[in-house]
């Protein structure tokens, strides 16, 4: 079970690595505009989660239960952090969603479209 729950803690940033590696566009939009970026990297991150499902079925497919069963645990909590930050907003560089329960818009926002 050690095994498989590092395994999957491992993958999701190993293929967001090799995304990287192989669409070097990617690192020139990450220069110009970092929060688009920090988007662009969960979105990957999310589809890194692919390779953690391969792996998960593969090791059913072998009977290797414990490794599947870590696998899965590796994979739930990547989930549950990529769906937090999403939401969450941490990785936003503006007062735009910055998280649950915060206005939308900043007071300066306010400001502009409710002039007297």
Not at 20 to 44: A, C, D, K
Request: proline share 3%; aromatic share 12%; net charge positive.
């Amino acid at each position: 079970m050690i095994a498989g729950w590092i395994l999957g803690a491992v993958l999701p940033p190993i293929s967001l690595q090799l995304i990287l590696y192989t669409h070097p566009e990617y690192r020139v939009i990450g220069m110009l505009h970092p929060e688009s970026m920090m988007r662009l990297n969960f979105q990957m991150l999310s589809m890194g989660m692919l390779a953690n499902g391969a792996l998960f079925f593969l090791a059913l497919r072998l009977d290797k239960e414990t490794l599947s069963r870590g696998v899965l645990h590796a994979s739930m909590l990547w989930l549950l952090g990529i769906i937090v930050v999403k939401f969450s907003g941490w990785y936003s560089t503006t007062d735009r969603g910055r998280g649950f329960g915060r206005s939308a818009w900043s007071q300066s926002d306010q400001s502009h479209f409710c002039r007297g």
